[in-house]
Every structure is written in C-alpha cells, then in structure tokens.
C-alpha cells in the first residue's frame, strides 16, 4: 500500500502487516516476507518523483555510486 508522510511525500508500505522496511533486492517485506507487486513499485516511483518535482528536490541517485 502506498501512503503519505505529514510531509507530503508518499511512503511504501506492506499490504499484509503494514510495515515499511522492505528488502530492495527481492522487493519482499522483512516481517512478514510478503512480495510488493511490481505495479505497486511502479505507482511508488511515479508518486516519489512527483513529489520531488512539486518539492524541487533534485534526486541524483544514478550519480551516487
Ligand atoms: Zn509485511
């Protein structure tokens, strides 16, 4: 499920227990080892970087190797 912060900005969390640690390389949450659905990840990515771009914060992950 996707939800927002008091900032505004969208969080990730499980479906199942609610929880927001997630492993990034299975995509599985750490509680309860539920998968989060590729389109969910998908309509996570999208909500972040509209928030970023409302924000006008400027992400240059693809940089910080
Ligand atoms: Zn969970």
Same mark, same amino acid.
């Given at each position: ?12 969390? @499980? $479906? %199942?227990?609610?929880? &927001?640690?997630? $492993? &990034? &390389?299975?995509?599985? @949450?750490?509680? @309860?080892?539920?998968? #989060?659905?590729? !389109? ?6 999208? %909500? ?6 409302? /924000?006008?914060?400027? #992400?240059? !992950?693809?940089? /910080? /190797?």
């Amino acid at each position: 499920m996707i939800f927002h912060n008091p900032r505004g900005g969208p969080e990730l969390a @499980c $479906d %199942e227990c609610g929880c &927001r640690w997630f $492993d &990034r &390389r299975t995509m599985a @949450c750490y509680e @309860c080892g539920a998968p #989060v659905p590729a !389109e969910e990840v998908e309509r996570f990515n999208e %909500e972040i970087a509209r928030f970023h771009r409302e /924000k006008g914060i400027v #992400v240059n !992950e693809m940089n /910080k /190797k």
